[in-house]
């Protein structure tokens, strides 16, 4: 997901993106995040505790008690729902 907001904001930024994981700062910098809806606002809110948690060891056990079966099947049908949107949005 993370790579399509690189690609939003190389298609309207004048600069490079800043070096980050921040999916939030990623999309409200680049003005991704005033077209989309407040679903997949609330989505990639939801998302940024997993990134964050997912990149230190002390956290990994709580995240897999939280990730189940049925959640990881929504965050994955909401992350492709939201990778084709953005798709469309570039060069609009």
Request: glycine letters at 2%; charged letters at 25%.
């Amino acid at each position: 997901m993370a790579l399509d907001k690189v690609a939003y904001w190389c298609d309207v930024m004048p600069e490079d993106p800043p070096y980050t994981h921040n999916i939030v700062k990623l999309s409200t910098d680049c003005g991704l995040s005033k077209l989309m809806s407040d679903e997949q606002n609330a989505f990639i809110d939801s998302m940024m505790p997993l990134n964050i948690e997912a990149r230190y060891p002390e956290y990994k056990e709580k995240l897999l008690k939280h990730l189940s079966p049925e959640y990881c099947e929504t965050i994955l049908t909401n992350t492709i729902a939201l990778q084709q949107w953005i798709k469309e949005q570039l060069s609009k």
